[in-house]
C-alpha cells in the first residue's frame, strides 16, 4: 500500500496519521488525542489485510477490536512465528523422542557444575488445555531441587534448548549455594552465569519462536 493510500486510510478512519512498525509484540497502538491528532502506529505486514484496517474507525472510537482486525493480528503473529522458527530450527537438534530427564541433569551438572552439589529433579504437576503462561521450570530453595514443565517433553523440543533450561535452573542453585543478601533472582550475576551456556543466544531465541506452541500443546 502506497504512502498516498495511508493518507486516505487515515482520513477516512479519523487519525492525523499512520506510520508502519516493525515491532514483534506490539503491532498497533494509538496516540495523541482528538485535539492534538490521532498517531496510529501500524504493523507493516496489517498492510495485507486492507477490509480489517477498514475497522481502525471503530478500534479509534472504543478501543474495541472488530472480528476481522483481530483475525488479521493473529495471522500476523502466527507469520511472524513461522519466520523466527524457520530461522531457527534448521540448526537445533530435536529431542525425537522422550525426554530423560535424570541423564541430561547429571550431563549438565556433571560438565559446568561438578562443584555443586546433586540435588533431585522431577515432573511437575501437568496442566491440560491451552494457557495464557507458562513456566517452564522451577528451583526450589525449600528441599533445593528442580522441577520440569511436562510440556517440555515433546519431540519436537529443541534438545540444546533442555540443555539451556536445566542449566539455568542450576544457575539458581548456585545462588542459592553461595548467597548474597538482598540478591534478585536475575541479578548480575546470575545472568552472568546464565551467559556462559554455549549457543545461549541460539537458545533464548528458540524459546522465544516456540513459546506459543507449548502454550496451545
Not at 476481522?68 to 502466527?78: E, K
Not at 501437568?126 to 507458562?134: A, C, N, P, T, Y
Not at 524459546?207 to 496451545?216: C, N, T
Given at each position: 500500500m502506497a504512502d498516498l493510500d495511508l493518507r486516505a486510510l487515515a482520513t477516512?478512519?479519523?487519525?492525523?496519521?499512520?506510520?508502519?512498525?516493525?515491532?514483534?509484540?506490539?503491532?498497533?497502538s494509538l496516540r495523541g488525542t482528538p485535539r492534538t491528532g490521532l498517531r496510529i502506529s501500524l504493523h507493516h505486514q496489517l498492510l495485507q489485510h486492507p477490509d480489517a484496517l477498514e475497522d481502525l474507525r471503530l478500534w479509534i472510537q472504543g478501543r474495541t477490536v472488530s472480528p476481522?482486525?483481530?483475525?488479521?493480528?493473529?495471522?500476523?503473529?502466527?507469520s511472524m512465528k513461522e519466520t523466527q522458527r524457520a530461522t531457527i530450527a534448521p540448526v537445533l537438534e530435536p529431542l525425537n523422542g522422550p525426554l530423560d530427564l535424570q541423564a541430561t541433569y547429571r550431563r549438565i551438572h556433571d560438565t559446568w557444575f561438578s562443584h555443586l552439589p546433586i540435588i533431585p529433579i522431577g515432573w511437575a504437576r501437568?496442566?491440560?488445555?491451552?494457557?495464557?503462561?507458562?513456566r517452564f521450570a522451577a528451583f526450589h530453595r525449600v528441599g533445593a531441587r528442580i522441577s520440569v514443565n511436562p510440556r517440555v517433553d515433546q519431540p519436537w523440543v529443541a534438545?540444546?534448548?533442555?540443555?539451556?533450561?536445566?542449566?539455568?535452573e542450576i544457575c539458581?542453585?548456585?545462588q542459592a549455594c553461595r548467597p548474597i543478601p538482598g540478591e534478585t533472582p536475575?541479578?548480575?550475576r546470575f545472568k552472568s552465569w546464565e551467559r556462559r551456556f554455549p549457543?545461549?543466544?541460539q537458545a533464548v531465541a528458540w524459546?522465544?519462536?516456540?513459546?506459543?506452541?507449548?502454550?496451545?500443546a
Open positions: 477516512r478512519i479519523g487519525a492525523s496519521e499512520i506510520r508502519l512498525n516493525d515491532n514483534t509484540k506490539t503491532l498497533l476481522r482486525l483481530r483475525s488479521a493480528i493473529d495471522q500476523v503473529f502466527v501437568e496442566r491440560s488445555g491451552r494457557l495464557r503462561h507458562i534438545r540444546l534448548w533442555v540443555d539451556f533450561l536445566i542449566f539455568h539458581h542453585h548456585a536475575h541479578s548480575a549457543q545461549w543466544e524459546e522465544k519462536a516456540h513459546v506459543d506452541r507449548f502454550l496451545s
